[in-house]
């Protein structure tokens, strides 16, 4: 089924579009869910609550073109997915502290070795799940949901400087990680 009738019926309430969008997206958006919260439990949760506000907001939803639709559900995943860190009282990473020595636009973890880029996905996505919170949400919406500084300040109600400073640590973290992974003979 295309996405554009898959809208349509969704639109208009019909069950059978609803399981077909959950069978087709659910993967990729538990993925979403995954980078924010860190227990698969949570995650599973965080799915379902998404889903349900998917389903309630589709009314609203204004499709745009061809992936327009995953776009607009991955952003609600995300939203319910800091919600649900919040609910959960997992926010110490709205107070963590700003980190001196910040450069205004930090470069993306970068190394000689030509071997970086064969460090398996699954090990470098458990170096962003060691991440402190804070760091790995900023770095999580900078990255994958590509979100300027402006927009994570402004969904995680801090300031711009708070979200460069995480972004920062987290990228001198992951290097200081890829270094050690690459060190020690994976």
Same mark, same amino acid.
């Given at each position: 089924?295309?996405? !554009?009738?898959? $809208?349509? #019926?969704?639109?208009?309430?019909?069950? &059978?579009? %609803? &399981? &077909?969008?959950?069978? !087709?997206? @659910? +993967?990729? #958006?538990?993925? $979403?869910?995954?980078?924010?919260? $860190? =227990?698969? !439990?949570?995650?599973?949760? $965080? #799915? =379902?609550?998404?889903? !349900?506000?998917?389903?309630?907001?589709?009314?609203? %939803?204004?499709?745009?073109?061809?992936? @327009?639709? /995953? &776009?607009?559900? @991955?952003?609600?995943?995300? *939203?319910? @997915?800091?919600?649900?860190?919040?609910?959960? /009282?997992?926010?110490?990473?709205? *107070?963590? +502290?700003?980190?001196d020595n910040l450069i205004e636009d930090p470069v993306m973890v970068e190394s000689d070795d030509p071997e970086t880029g064969h460090i398996p996905e699954e090990v470098m996505m458990g170096f962003i799940m060691n991440l402190p919170p804070g760091c790995r949400t900023v770095l999580n919406m900078y990255l994958f949901e590509e979100l300027d500084h402006s927009e994570i300040a402004e969904t995680l109600n801090i300031s711009k400087e708070a979200t460069a400073a995480r972004l920062y640590r987290a990228r001198t973290l992951l290097k200081g990680m890829i270094g050690n992974y690459l060190k020690n003979g994976k």
């Open positions: 089924m295309k996405e !554009e009738e898959l $809208v349509s #019926l969704c639109r208009q309430g019909d069950r &059978a579009a %609803f &399981a &077909a969008l959950f069978r !087709e997206y @659910s +993967p990729v #958006l538990m993925g $979403v869910c995954r980078r924010y919260t $860190v =227990q698969e !439990e949570d995650s599973r949760e $965080v #799915l =379902q609550e998404g889903f !349900e506000k998917i389903i309630e907001g589709f009314s609203r %939803f204004e499709y745009r073109g061809e992936g @327009s639709l /995953r &776009a607009w559900m @991955s952003r609600v995943m995300m *939203n319910r @997915s800091l919600a649900y860190m919040k609910k959960k /009282r997992r926010t110490e990473y709205l *107070n963590e +502290p700003l980190y």
